[in-house]
C-alpha cells in the first residue's frame, strides 16, 4: 500500500474539519482502512487525531485472533522517529492503558472499554511500529532496541491487568509496502532463585534494596538465560581474562571446583558480591524469591569470569561434580526493585568504583551515544561505547548486527577526533574533565553531530593512528627547526582534520577512506602529504609570528597546546590555502 503525500494531504484537507487533528494522524487512518479493510468510520473511531502523550496512535482489536493490536504510526522513512513514541508508551501510555486512571482522550476511553470487554479472550498484544522505511534497519537499531527493552520490562503491567495470566507481548516493525521485521515475541524474564534471609530498606522513593545470599550458580543460569541484555545496564562488559582481577578468580575457582583445596564457602568471604536491578521482587517463602527482568549492574567480572571457567573444562571428566560444588558457592547480592531509570544508572555507577573508572565510561549509555553506534554500523564499523564491549562480541554476534570491520571506534578516541576537529586544543589535554563538565561533553557529543556524514568523521579520526609517524617525518626534514614538533601534536591532529575536510574532493576521499577502519597505503600517503606539504608550513609560519617570539627565544612551547594557537593557524591556512574552519556537526 502507498500513502503518497499527496493522498495523505487530499484526506486531511477533507476530514480536518470534521475529524481535527494533524495531517500525520491520517496515516493511521488511511493504513488502518487498507490493511484491515475497514470502514472510514469504524477506522476514524481507532486513530488518536489530535496532542496526546500516550504514545498509542491507533489500535484495533482482532477477536479471531484473540489480539490487541496497538500502533504506532511515522508517515517518514527514518525508524528513528519512533523514538518519541517509545519514550510515551514507557512513561504514561501502558499505566494509563492498563491502570485504572479514566483518560480524558476519546480514542484511550473506546480502548479501555473494548479492552475491558474482550480482556478474557486477548492472548497476545501486539505493538506495531508502520512507517516507510525498511523494517530491517529498525530492527537493527541501538536506540530502537534499548527501548524495546524497557518496553518489555513493562510487561509485567499487562500480565497484572490480565489478573496474572500470561499474555504475549509482542513488538514488530512494519513498513506501509507491505515488509515486517520478525513479530519478536517477548515473555517475561522470571526466576526463581535461593535466597535466604532478605533484609530490605527503602530508598527515597519508591525503591526498594534487598539484601541477601545468592548462588553464584544461579547467576550464571540466569546470563545464559538473557546473554548480553543481563548486562546491558552494565557500563562496562566483563574484563578480559588476562587481567590479574580475573586470573586470581579463576584461580580460586580452580581451587575450589576442581582441586578441593579451598572450601566453597570461602567465596563469600572474599568477594564484595553482585548488585542488579529488576522490575519486580517477590518473596515466596521457605527461602525463594521470584525476581522479573534482572539487569546486572556490577559483578560482570565475576559472571563472565564463571562463564569461562565452565567453557574451559567442559571436557573435564568430573565437570559434573564440579557444576555440583559450584552451586555450594554463594555470594552477597543486592538487587534494587520499582526504581526508575536514572536512578538505576546511578547506582550502576556508584557500584562500579572497585574497578577505576573513567569519566567517559559513565556516558556510555546515553542517548547519543546509542545514536552514533546506529550511525557508524551503517558503515560495518563498530562503536565501542562500552568498555570491551567489541571482544565480548562473538563474530557471530557482530556478522548478526552487520559490522564487517575487525577494528572498532573508540568512544575516548571519537571525544578527542570531535574535539581536534573545532581546534579545542585545551580541552583534549584533560579529557577527564572533558567528559566531566556537562557543557563540554554536550559540546563534544551534541545533537548536531548526527547531522555530519559518519564517512567524513572516519576520515578524520583514523588520521590519529598516524601521528606520530607524522610527526618524526617532519622532524627528519629538519631536526633543529622542527625540534618543537613533538609538542604541538594535538594541534598537528587538529590542522590534519582540517587539511582532510578543506580538500576539494574531501567528499571523494571520505567516499574511498571513510568507510572503513583500514589504513590503506594511499589513505597513508594522503596523510603524509598534507603534514608536510600543507600543515609544515603552517606550523613553521606560527612559530614565528611576533607575540610568540618571547616564548619562542626562551624555548617555550606551552602556547602550542591552545585554541588560540590553533585560531591563528588557521588564519595562516586561510591565507596560505583559502581553508575555513570545517566542523563535524
Not at 568504583?353 to 556510555?364: F, Y
Not at 561505547?385 to 571506534?409: N, W
Amino acid at each position: 500500500m502507498s500513502i503518497t503525500p499527496a493522498k495523505l494531504a487530499s484526506v486531511y484537507k477533507e476530514l480536518r474539519s470534521e475529524l481535527g487533528g494533524f495531517q500525520s494522524d491520517y496515516f493511521g487512518l488511511l493504513y488502518l482502512e487498507s490493511e484491515l479493510q475497514l470502514s472510514r468510520e469504524e477506522a476514524a473511531k481507532q486513530i488518536a487525531f489530535g496532542p496526546h502523550d500516550h504514545g498509542i496512535d491507533g489500535f484495533h482489536l482482532d477477536a479471531k485472533k484473540r489480539t490487541l493490536n496497538l500502533y504506532i504510526f511515522r508517515h517518514t522513512r527514518q525508524h528513528d522517529q519512533f523514538r518519541t513514541g517509545y519514550d510515551a508508551l514507557i512513561s504514561d501510555g501502558l499505566d494509563e492503558l492498563f491502570g485504572t486512571a479514566a483518560p480524558d482522550e476519546e480514542m484511550m476511553r473506546l480502548l479501555k472499554k473494548r479492552l475491558k470487554e474482550e480482556a478474557k479472550s486477548i492472548e497476545r498484544v501486539v505493538f506495531q511500529f508502520i512507517f516507510l522505511g525498511d523494517p530491517a534497519e529498525a530492527e537493527r537499531s541501538t536506540v530502537l532496541d534499548k527501548l524495546r527493552e524497557d518496553l518489555e520490562n513493562k510487561q509485567h503491567l499487562i500480565n497484572e491487568y490480565f489478573g496474572g495470566r500470561r499474555v504475549a507481548m509482542v513488538v514488530v516493525y512494519r513498513s506501509s509496502t507491505g515488509r515486517s521485521s520478525e513479530a519478536r515475541e517477548h515473555r517475561t524474564r522470571e526466576f526463581n532463585l535461593a535466597m535466604d534471609s532478605v533484609l530490605e530498606a527503602s530508598g527515597p522513593g519508591s525503591e526498594t534494596m534487598h539484601v541477601g545470599f545468592m548462588r553464584l550458580w544461579d547467576l550464571h543460569q540466569m546470563h545464559k538465560a538473557m546473554g548480553d541484555r543481563f548486562f546491558e545496564r552494565n557500563i562496562r562488559y566483563g574484563m578480559p581474562d588476562t587481567s590479574p582481577a580475573n586470573r586470581a578468580m579463576e584461580k580460586a575457582f580452580k581451587q575450589m571446583l576442581v582441586d578441593q583445596s579451598v572450601d566453597a564457602s570461602r567465596f563469600l568471604f572474599d568477594h564484595n558480591g553482585v548488585t542488579f536491578s529488576c522490575e519486580k521482587f517477590s518473596q515466596n517463602g521457605g527461602g525463594e524469591v521470584t525476581i522479573l527482568e534482572p539487569r546486572l549492574l556490577n559483578g560482570a567480572q565475576t559472571i563472565t569470569t564463571i562463564g569461562r571457567f565452565l567453557v574451559k573444562h567442559e571436557d573435564h571428566p568430573d565437570i559434573n561434580r564440579v557444576k555440583e560444588r559450584l552451586k555450594k558457592i554463594r555470594v552477597l547480592a543486592k538487587v534494587v526493585s520499582d526504581a526508575t531509570d536514572n536512578f538505576v544508572v546511578s547506582v550502576t555507577i556508584n557500584n562500579n568504583r572497585q574497578t577505576p573508572i573513567q569519566p567517559w565510561n559513565l556516558r556510555a549509555n546515553d542517548l547519543i551515544q546509542l545514536q552514533l553506534q546506529d550511525r557508524f554500523r551503517e558503515l560495518g564499523i563498530f562503536y565501542e561505547r562500552q568498555e570491551r564491549s567489541f571482544e565480548g562480541h562473538t563474530a557471530e554476534e557482530l556478522e548478526e548486527l552487520g559490522i564487517v570491520e575487525s577494528k572498532a571506534i573508540g568512544l575516548l578516541k571519537l571525544a578527542q577526533t570531535f574535539l581536534a576537529s573545532e581546534g579545542e586544543i585545551d580541552k583534549m589535554r584533560s579529557m577527564r574533565t572533558a567528559f566531566e563538565d556537562d557543557k563540554v561533553y554536550e559540546q563534544m557529543f551534541s545533537a548536531a553531530r548526527l547531522n555530519t556524514d559518519p564517512k567524513r568523521i572516519v576520515l578524520c579520526y583514523k588520521s590519529q593512528e598516524r601521528l606520530g609517524r607524522m610527526t618524526r617525518e617532519i622532524v627528519e626534514k629538519g631536526s633543529t627547526k622542527y625540534a618543537f614538533l613533538p609538542k604541538a601534536r594535538l594541534l598537528l591532529f587538529a590542522l590534519m582534520c582540517q587539511a582532510l575536510l578543506n580538500e576539494n574532493n574531501a567528499d571523494k576521499l571520505a567516499e574511498e577512506h571513510g568507510k572503513d577502519m583500514v589504513l590503506s597505503a594511499d589513505y597513508t600517503k594522503l596523510l603524509y602529504n598534507l603534514a608536510s606539504a600543507k600543515c609544515r608550513p603552517i606550523l613553521s609560519e606560527l612559530i614565528a609570528l611576533p607575540q610568540y617570539a618571547d616564548k619562542v627565544a626562551e624555548d617555550r612551547y606551552d602556547f602550542l597546546r591552545t585554541h588560540s594557537a590553533f585560531r591563528h593557524a588557521m588564519k595562516i591556512a586561510e591565507a596560505r590555502y583559502g581553508w575555513s574552519t570545517k566542523r563535524l556537526r
